[in-house]
Structures are given as C-alpha cells and as structure tokens.
C-alpha cells in the first residue's frame, strides 16, 4: 500500500483497524469503510436528526450488502473517474432468467459490476456525455489528478479521526484548488438539486471534505470542492455546482455536532435512539392551520 504521509505524522497503519492521519492512494474500499474507529461524512450525517447515534452504530455492525440500483452509479464512476470495479455486460434482456442471474451473482462475487447490454451502454452514454461537457471534462481530465484518494486525519477539538474518499483529487497547481466529486441523479436541473442538498447533506460532504484537505495540507481557506451531477437518461444533462457561504457555515456547524456526538457516543459506549423521554408533540403546522380553520 503506498502512502503519502504529513510531515511528523506515523504513516503506519495503528494497531486493530486504527489508520493514522495521511493520504492513502491505495486503500482498498472495504479497508476504508471497514475503519470503524473513524468517521465519515456519510456517518457524521447519519449521527443527526432526522437520524440518531443508534441507527448509525446499527448500519456499523450491519453493512449493507450491493443493491442493484447501486450499480448505475458504480458503473458510471468506474468510466468517467477510469478507477473501480470491473464492469461486465451480461447479454441479457432482464434478470429474470436463472442463467442470467446466476452471471450476476457470479459477476458480483468476483467484485465488478453487472450490467444488462443496454445497461452498459447507458453508462458509456454517460460517461461520453461528461467528456463532452467544457467544465466536467476539465474537472476530471485525464492525468490531471488521481481518482479514489482516501484521506485520515484528526479533529482538533475532540481527537476523533475523521476520513474522506475523494472521487478526484486534483494534482498540485498553480491557482485555487478545485476537487470535484461526481454524483448521478434523476434531475440535475439547479432547484432540485437545490432539495438534493438540503435532504442528502451533500453541503456537509463539501464542508468535511474541505477540511480534509486544510489538515493535511493539500488545500486552504480557498479551496472549492464542487459537485458534477449527471442525470441518468437521455440525454444525460450535466450541472456543476459548489454551494455558496450559508450553506457551508450552516454544514460546518453541523458537522461540529456530529464530531461531538460521535467522540461522546465513543467514549461512553452508548449510542442513544430518538428520545429517551416522553415527547411531547405538536401536529404539523400545515395541518394545524388547516384543522383550526376547518373545526375551531
């Protein structure tokens, strides 16, 4: 495993599943999403309402097994960051048959990725579309960078170790830094991604990926970390956003909590559900102003 280490830091991985701070480029994914001693962005998230501490210490001991809706996404990756699984066209109409499946499981078994024919060519569809587009294509040029960056480093505040998996991790230049991070969709029209951030937290992701790259020294204050956003049909429409100020002070906030949860929930060994206590609810305020007007 090659690793690019911080000046003073142990580039050794630490005893159990412990991973010190550092710039991993070869990191297996499993062995990244295998350190539980760590946390995410995915999993600080997680740690939050509308979710809580036990739900994310649950999926922890429970990973979730591949779901075919997962291997568009995988698919399109693979082809427009040239990194990942295998990807397999499996000449079939559906899955439906017991040849067919059983070329998928096999397939996944051997860790690539099945897709039907029409599938396959879906994502190189996809894939073509990104190359073809003036800001993508610059964002994710070929020998520009270096895709699937796995980076550790630790919070300040509390000593918790905190992780990242860069898509796409620029190589040093001249100029502000941009990481982009590609994501598919099923509308990259700007208002809906607009509700995408809200309800994915991907304004978090930009906050704690940033900050990855200020602690290990590859990034600054500068830094932008921006999204590429593909659709998944025809014609397979691309935005590039970067969220603004509000949303990035509101996503630093935010991860603050879910840092100081996580250290807390460590350290105690309890990781709460919801409530502990007994609520006291409202009804929600459109069905309160309708029901008053209504019955009252």
Not at 116 to 143: C, G, K, N, T, W
Not at 218 to 229: L, S
Request: net charge negative.
């Amino acid at each position: 495993m090659t690793i690019t280490a911080l000046a003073g830091a142990s580039t050794a991985p630490a005893a159990g599943l412990g991973i010190e701070p550092g710039i991993y480029p070869d990191l297996p994914m499993e062995a990244y999403h295998g350190d539980r001693g760590s946390l995410s962005s995915s999993g600080a998230r997680k740690l939050l309402a509308p979710s809580c501490p036990a739900r994310f210490r649950y999926e922890q001991d429970h990973p979730q097994l591949p779901k075919k809706t997962f291997d568009i996404g995988n698919a399109a990756h693979r082809l427009v960051l040239g990194d990942g699984p295998e990807l397999v066209a499996v000449e079939a109409p559906d899955w439906r048959t017991k040849a067919a499946r059983e070329e998928r499981d096999e397939v996944r078994a051997a860790g690539g990725v099945p897709l039907l024919a029409d599938e396959y060519d879906q994502v190189q569809a996809m894939a073509d579309a990104i190359r073809r587009h003036p800001v993508a294509s610059a964002l994710f040029a070929p020998d520009s960078g270096r895709p699937e960056q796995s980076l550790f480093w630790r919070d300040r505040q509390t000593g918790v170790m905190r992780r990242a998996r860069f898509d796409w991790l620029p190589d040093p230049r001249n100029g502000r830094l941009i990481i982009p991070d590609y994501k598919t969709c099923r509308s990259a029209e700007p208002t809906a991604l607009a509700r995408a951030v809200d309800e994915y937290g991907y304004h978090q992701q930009a906050d704690w990926y940033r900050a990855g790259a200020r602690a290990l020294g590859i990034g600054d204050e500068h830094t932008a970390f921006v999204f590429v956003c593909q659709e998944k049909t025809a014609p397979y429409l691309i935005t590039v956003f970067e969220p603004d100020m509000a949303a990035l002070r509101i996503a630093a906030a935010k991860n603050r909590r879910a840092i100081n949860t996580f250290a807390e929930c460590m350290e105690t060994g309890r990781w709460p559900g919801y409530s502990d206590d007994i609520e006291y609810l409202s009804l929600p305020p459109y069905a309160e102003r309708r029901d008053e007007e209504e019955y009252l």
